[in-house]
């Protein structure tokens, strides 16, 4: 596995805890949480600190120690994602290509009849 | 030749190119060659852009001074030597030789214009790519944490949302990914799915993203231009169908035109009330693909490709001719 596959694994499975906790946890609590339980304390701080300079955990200082929790909730950023991937936060980037835009009114039904006319024609789907 | 006469040939090239834009979308032929329509819309825009502004440096230009890539290094190498009277001198932007104050003040006025065009698209360009190059590294931070892989579709990363979507963020190999929803996964078949993920591979592996960005550049730069927003519009189209083309070759027609059309019809995730005026750019797209797979038109005979392709550069040549001799 690579180290960028790596770092994204971790990173991920880190965000995981703060996700499933209510309360904002130190270093030390996320390492106990984690599937993985050798990782180094160092690896855990910098992956957490990486998530924070991102924008993804926020931290806040208790006493020697800092806590982190998720910057926003697991829904907020799927939604972010989703909004971008059907074009509809109203900016016309180039980021991506999308398969297929919705469509409405009479070509939905133009079709809607098309794909009849093909399941009609066709030798039995596959799936579904 | 002079600068008038330089100027007077890239502006037929500039006008005739802005008006085969403008006439481009309503041809039928290209969905029957995609990769040579897209080819010409290419040199179209490349055409008119280098015309543009060969016009307005052109008319600033004294006469008899070679082509306009020659006359401005001169330029620049006097620039350097710091002889700016020199410069405006020979620049005829001095009424040192009698010249009378309009004819300066109209040079100064052109090669003003032409530098300002010249920057605004090179800046109009960069601020695309770096938008885009912006958008794709978030999503691809958020994919990280938020996508899984599932058997159903191999090579490729599932969110969990249950609306229907599947795209490709395109970039360098190991960057690329190609994104399907799980309401994607439960609104198509497998042999559908096969078909999405052959055409978004057909996207990343021809890089298609990169066709596009100079279209989507110009259409963001010039929102009410009607010629843009089509050239956009129709390069994004024919990136589709040759992206559909690419996917016929692993499978049945059938598949990928069941999938267009269950996208197509599946209907969006509630957005916020009026995000979803923005699907007004779709209209009658999908359908054309949907037709275009489900009729297939003659393809485009070699000698109309070749033709096409001759245009094209022929198209560019002329410009860069007139700008470099």
């Known amino acids: 596995m690579t180290t960028v596959n790596r770092l994204g694994e971790l990173e991920r499975a880190i965000m995981d805890v703060l996700w ?109 | 030749m002079t600068g008038i006469e330089d100027a007077a040939l890239l502006a037929v090239v500039a006008i005739g190119s802005a008006l085969g834009a403008s006439a481009l979308p309503r041809a039928s032929w290209p969905r029957r060659c995609p990769a040579a329509a897209i080819l010409l819309w290419q040199a179209l825009g490349l055409a008119s852009g280098l015309a543009a502004v060969g016009t307005m440096i052109g008319l600033a230009l004294p006469a008899s001074q070679g082509g306009l890539v020659l006359s401005m290094l001169r330029a620049a190498g006097l620039l350097r030597d710091g002889e700016l009277f020199g410069l405006a001198r020979w620049f005829g932007l001095s009424q040192a030789d009698g010249a009378p104050l309009v004819l300066v003040a ?14 605004s698209l090179c800046w109009v360009l960069l601020a695309a790519s770096v938008a885009a190059l912006q958008a794709r590294r978030r999503q691809r931070a958020l994919l990280t944490l938020l996508a899984h892989g599932d058997p159903k579709v191999p090579g490729a990363l599932v969110v969990d949302h249950p609306s229907a979507a599947a795209y490709c963020l395109p970039g360098l190999r190991s960057r690329s990914r190609i994104v399907v929803s799980v309401g994607a996964l439960e609104l198509l078949g497998r042999g559908e799915l096969a078909a999405v993920l052959a055409h978004e591979r057909a996207h990343l592996r021809e890089r298609h993203d990169l066709v596009l960005l100079p279209f989507t550049a110009l259409r963001r730069a010039f929102p009410k231009s009607a010629t843009c927003t089509g050239a956009q519009r129709a390069v994004a189209l024919l990136v589709e169908m040759l992206a559909d083309d690419r996917a016929l070759r692993g499978g049945p027609a059938r598949e990928l035109v069941s999938a267009l059309v269950r996208f197509g019809t599946a209907g969006t995730c509630p957005a916020p009330a009026g995000a979803l005026a923005v699907a007004e750019g779709s209209e009658g797209e999908v359908a054309a693909r949907v037709t275009r797979l489900l009729q297939p038109a003659r393809p485009l005979p070699a000698v109309a490709v070749t033709a096409v392709c001759l245009a094209a550069a022929l198209l560019v040549a002329a410009p860069v001719t007139l700008l470099i001799v």
């Open chain 1, 20 to 128: 499933d906790t209510d309360t904002s946890l130190t270093v030390r609590e996320v390492s106990a949480r984690l599937t993985e339980r050798n990782l180094a304390h160092t690896t855990v701080m910098t992956v957490l600190d990486r998530l924070a300079k991102k924008g993804f955990a926020r931290r806040e200082r208790d006493g020697r120690a800092w806590r982190y929790c998720p910057a926003a909730t697991r829904e907020t950023y799927v939604t972010e994602l989703m909004l971008t991937a059907l074009d509809q936060t109203g900016d016309r980037t180039a980021a991506l290509t999308r398969f297929a835009q919705s469509v409405t009114g009479v070509e939905a039904e133009v079709l809607r009849d098309a794909l009849e006319v093909i399941e009609g024609s066709g030798e039995g789907d596959d799936g579904n």
């Open chain 2, 106 to 119: 109209v040079r100064l006025a052109c090669l003003a214009a032409g530098l300002a065009l010249l920057v």
